[in-house]
């Protein structure tokens, strides 16, 4: 009796959001009376971000995100098993902002849930679909998305954190790959917890619920209460890409388009470099939308997508990491020209 072959999963389309409101750089210059400017664009090639409306709620971000990945995938909302929700800004603490976001788009027959591994969540949401559809042919179609809305969580009192932190969403479907391609590769996700309780929001939950004393002080916004070593990931995200390189059986040079967490160009330049790949490898989209944690990498591989960089063969590595330390990389092969 032959062997069944596994299913590979693939990516059929991509959607990215952001909103309306530029916030340029010399809105922080005017705002501390220094310069802001020069380190944001230099050190982090952030030139300007978009930060939602009042009336806007993270689930607002992935509506249009998704919409535009559904119809590039050629599907209907109709059309999907499963939605994955990768945010550390939700809706709600509970439930799950995924279940707005089947409600809304009217993806009657999908499953829902949220993940939160912080800027790692595309990546490993990305992880979880390909694994839905290896396992079980009865998921044909899977929305994963990652989605940022930190600028409600950001406290202005600290420059060296409100200057950084953007809002966007950036959508993919996921389904089975045509018989005969590879698709999905190898990943890997690796955390060194010891970081926990060096960035975050440690306010919201059973261990700090939100009362007056915590909203006087502040203390449900975003902070960096601890200072994590700057050299973490220029080390770990070439250490795991080298995991991944042994598994598949490939070079760094053979790599064809990276899509790195966008919160520290020298930290890709630094990785790149590491792996002696030309830093024209990977693609960037900090300088126009600052730093979108979960949502950055689903909306650099839909912008790299729309720019029509990617061509059917070509190898992709997704290199994910942030609080917790939660890291996560994955290697596919892609399906299709743009």
Not at 103 to 111: I, R, V
Not at 123 to 132: C, G, P
Not at 273 to 284: G, M, Q, S, T
Not at 321 to 336: C, D, I, P
């Amino acid at each position: 009796m032959a062997e069944q072959q596994i299913r590979r999963a693939t990516i059929a389309g991509t959607g990215m959001y952001v909103p309306e409101k530029i916030v340029k750089n010399q809105f922080f210059n005017d705002l501390y009376q220094k310069d802001i400017d020069t380190f944001l664009r230099e050190q982090r090639n952030i030139f300007e971000r978009r930060w939602m409306r009042e009336d806007q709620s993270t689930s607002d971000l992935i509506l249009p995100a998704a919409e535009k990945a559904l119809k590039n995938s050629g599907i209907t909302a109709k059309d999907l098993d499963l939605i994955i929700v990768s945010t550390d800004t939700p809706d709600y603490l509970s439930p799950s902002t995924a279940s707005v976001v089947q409600y809304k788009l009217g993806a009657e027959k999908a499953g829902t849930y949220d993940i939160n591994t912080a800027c790692a969540g595309f990546v490993t949401a990305l992880d979880i679909a390909s694994k839905y559809i290896a396992a079980d042919e009865n998921y044909q179609n899977i929305l994963v998305v990652g989605a940022y809305a930190m600028s409600k969580w950001l406290n202005l009192d600290d420059y060296k954190i409100a200057t950084l932190f953007a809002d966007g969403a950036g959508a993919c479907v996921v389904r089975a790959a045509p018989a005969g391609e590879k698709g999905f590769l190898a990943s890997h996700l690796w955390t060194d917890g010891q970081y926990h309780d060096y960035m975050g929001i440690y306010a919201g939950g059973s261990w700090k619920p939100v009362n007056q004393d915590v909203l006087d002080k502040k203390e449900h916004l975003l902070a960096f209460p601890k200072r994590i070593p700057p050299e973490t990931n220029g080390i770990h995200w070439p250490r795991i890409s080298r995991i991944l390189f042994d598994r598949i059986g490939k070079m760094p040079q053979d790599v064809n388009h990276f899509f790195i967490t966008q919160f520290n160009v020298q930290s890709i330049y630094e990785t790149l470099d590491r792996l002696e790949v030309p830093r024209e490898r990977a693609h960037y989209v900090m300088d126009r939308f600052g730093y979108t944690g979960s949502a950055s990498i689903g909306m650099c591989l839909a912008d790299a997508v729309e720019q029509k960089k990617l061509k059917k063969g070509d190898l992709c590595f997704f290199i994910g990491s942030g609080g917790g330390m939660s890291m996560a990389a994955l290697a596919l092969e892609w399906g299709y020209d743009t």
